[in-house]
């Protein structure tokens, strides 16, 4: 059975109407660019000389303010304790052997990894979606759907601790867990290797790459899937031309985006350095936590409370591509992301049972619409 068609998503959230509507009513509110909640931020990194600068939306004065290198920039608006990263250009990738990220991206493709032989690693990852699908969530073996939706690979060789949980510390390890996940491509490991290694043309091509030795076991198996994987970026940008002093490559308002990014939208907190994530895990409201569909998250690794609900942040690079967002592909689109942020994820109110309250990071803002659409226009632009 091939796997389902392309759903169109849908916003479901919750089954708690009231809490639906307060939030969208906020959503509403601060789209509209209602200031009647202040947000104190605190700042950290080096003092330089334009930290204190307000440009509003004048793009004179935002040109002149990151006309030079990034140590003279306004200061990031970032909460104490934040360990941040200025933004920067994108780091070199590692390198791989042409042969066997060739052999990885041969076994990427390839139908006969899965249980039926009808899907692949790229049926969930395909390129021109980010190396996403597209779905809201995931759709494997036998057109099941999963719980989460499927991450972007883009940077993947830069990311420390794999899956929105981070139970996979390395890629080599992490490239077998859907080969072998029921709901994904649910092979059995002895039979996939006894297909491989008996009736295909792969003990060949792995004694070539693996000098002389030509049966396909797992651990060759998972090393080339992860040096293809580590190819893989995204296509460069205008932000790039930006990031390496090229000033003009953002046109006014993808500027003033920057800017926001940088500053009100408090973006920095969670997004910053080269790949525009800090690599770490956070609780910001949308895993349901003690409501139908909960994901404990990260807690399910760890085993810690504080945990619970917590979710990789992912990079940021190509992010236009990779719609829907968050962990279950609840949010379709890049606006929807910002107006939610901007209303500060709120919460449903349950006397019955007590809902751990998101990372004190995520706070209401103050954004404008017209701010909003910087904003965007910026994110369109990585």
């Known amino acids: 059975m091939k796997p389902a068609a392309a759903q169109p998503y ?25 200031t009647s ?37 306004p200061r990031p608006t970032v909460d104490k304790g934040v360990h941040w990263q200025e933004l920067g250009p994108r780091p070199v990738l590692p390198a791989q052997g042409p042969q066997l990220a060739a052999l990885g991206e041969k076994l ?30 995931a759709v494997g073996h ?25 139970r996979a510390g390395q890629l080599e390890t992490q490239a077998l867990l859907p080969l072998l996940h029921p709901s994904e ?4 490991l002895p039979t996939l290797l006894e297909r491989l290694n008996r009736h295909t043309d792969y003990p060949e091509r792995f004694a ?33 031309d930006f990031i390496e002093g090229r000033r003009d490559a953002l046109n006014d308002q993808e500027l003033r985006g920057l800017h926001l990014f940088r500053t009100q939208a408090r973006c920095m907190n969670c997004h910053s350095g080269p790949q525009m994530t800090q690599q770490e895990f956070h609780q910001i409201g949308m895993s349901q936590l003690r409501r139908r569909g909960e994901d404990v998250g990260r807690m399910a690794v760890t085993a810690k409370a504080e945990d619970e609900g917590a979710m990789r942040t992912p990079s940021l690079r190509g992010i236009a591509r990779t719609a829907p967002y968050m962990h279950n592909g609840i949010m379709p689109s890049l606006r929807g992301v910002i107006e939610l942020y901007n209303a500060g994820i709120p919460q449903p109110r349950s006397s019955a049972t007590a809902i751990p309250p ?7 803002l103050r954004l404008k619409i017209e701010d909003i659409q910087a904003l965007e226009a910026f994110l369109a632009v990585l």
């Open 10 to 34: 849908r916003w479901a959230m919750s089954s708690n109407l009231n809490w639906r509507r307060a939030m969208l009513a906020l959503t509403s509110m601060f789209a509209l660019g209602c």
């Open 37 to 73: 909640i202040s947000v104190q931020a605190q700042t950290t990194g080096p003092a330089n000389p334009t930290s204190t600068m307000d440009c509003g939306a004048d793009a004179a004065c935002l040109r002149r303010a990151y006309a030079g290198p990034s140590s003279t920039w």
């Open 108 to 137: 990427f493709h390839d139908l006969r990894l899965s249980k039926n032989q009808d899907i692949s690693c790229a049926s969930c990852h395909t390129p021109h979606l980010g190396f996403a699908d597209g779905r809201r969530l």
């Open 142 to 166: 036998e057109g099941k759907a999963g719980t989460r939706h499927t991450p972007g690979l883009w940077g993947v060789a830069f990311v420390k601790n794999l899956m929105w949980d981070g």
């Open 185 to 188: 491509m649910a092979a059995d």
């Open 208 to 240: 070539k790459v693996f000098k002389g030795q030509s049966s396909v076991t797992p651990s060759k198996l998972g090393t080339a899937l992860a040096s293809y994987q580590r190819t893989l970026e995204a296509p460069r940008s205008r932000f790039d």
């Open 358 to 364: 998101p990372s004190p990071l995520i706070q209401p």
